[in-house]
């Protein structure tokens, strides 16, 4: 039996819902969804962690951003979700004063918001972040990751050859897209970065995400981040991949990497579909909350 209860708050005059799940500890997890789903999460997926997390001691809010799930309002950008991120801090920290720290757990473009809030907000109460199988789809990048492992992968297929030459592929269509894919991953053109003009006084206002630069601001939310970092990846998961390429190839991502507890499930897929794969997410999120936060904070 779980003693779970629901939470509304307002962001912009619109009510968002959530599930809170108390535990006994001082450090609360905001269990953040990403991606076209609401709080519960593929295969239940939030409700099992939240439910993980409250048998270690650690209570949790996981709600649902705007225009999703039972919330009101209009779906926005994942990098357009800051304001109703710090609501909901302030729910949980209202709901219970014990509470003094609050760790940020997201999946996919919820991570990817986790770093851009820390970007754009001085929050103190953030201590940790759990980031799993963060996105940072660009172009070229993506490209990169579809010849080295999609691609590479189709190639050394038996099935793709017996398809092939049985006609069941379209063999020109198939080089067109292999030839596009080749192109984009060679385009080395990154956004420029917004020019200083005011050289007498210092950027005080920091510029807005967007699609275009997102990538950008996760890394200068990550590399200011003064608390504990946990990155999960999953070993078949291209998002996973096209992440763990840009800290390779990268030397402020690699750095920002060095400095994270990063634990890699091999066989996983995006979402952790099967009970061994869940299991360890779960375990690997009660270690760092328990040996890098709750002794620490």
């Known amino acids: 039996m779980f ?29 953040m969804v990403g991606g076209p789903q609401y709080r519960v999460g593929s295969h239940r997926q ?6 993980a997390l409250a048998r270690d001691g650690f209570s949790s809010l996981r709600f649902d951003f705007a225009g999703m799930g ?16 710090k609501l909901a801090i302030d729910a949980l920290f209202n709901l219970n004063s014990n509470i003094k720290k609050v760790v940020l757990w997201g999946l996919c473009d919820a991570a990817s918001a986790a770093l851009i809030y820390c970007d754009q907000q001085a929050d103190s109460r953030v201590a940790g972040l759990v ?11 993506h490209a990169k990751v579809m010849l080295k492992h999609y691609y590479w992968q189709r190639l050394s297929s038996k099935s793709f050859w017996q398809k092939l ?9 198939s080089l067109r897209e292999l030839i596009a894919t080749w192109q984009q991953s060679k385009n080395n053109r990154q956004p420029a970065a917004p ?29 200011n981040f003064s608390g504990k970092s946990l990155l999960i990846t999953s070993g078949n998961d291209l998002t996973a991949q096209e992440f763990l390429t840009l800290c390779q190839n990268d030397k402020a991502w690699a750095a920002c990497l060095r400095n994270a507890t990063h634990q890699h499930i091999e066989d996983a897929n995006h979402t952790f579909s099967t009970a061994d794969w869940r299991s360890q997410v779960e375990q690997q999120c009660s270690i760092f909350l328990t040996d890098e936060i709750a002794a620490i904070y």
Request: charged content about 15%.
């Open 46 to 51: 939030f409700v099992k962690l939240s439910r």
């Open 131 to 141: 980031l799993v199988n963060p996105w940072v789809r660009q172009q070229q990048s």
């Open 70 to 85: 039972d919330s009101e309002g209009q779906l926005q950008p994942f990098y357009a979700n800051n304001q109703a991120i």
């Open 165 to 173: 030459l049985g006609g069941g592929l379209n063999p020109l269509q």
């Open 3 to 31: 003693n779970e209860l629901p939470l509304q708050f307002s962001c912009q005059d619109e009510l968002l819902q959530g599930i809170y799940s108390p535990g006994q500890s001082d450090v609360a997890v905001l269990i």
């Open 195 to 223: 020019a200083n003009t005011d050289k007498a006084a210092p950027k005080i206002i920091k510029p807005a995400t967007t699609a275009d630069n997102y990538v950008q601001h996760m890394l200068a939310g990550w590399q």
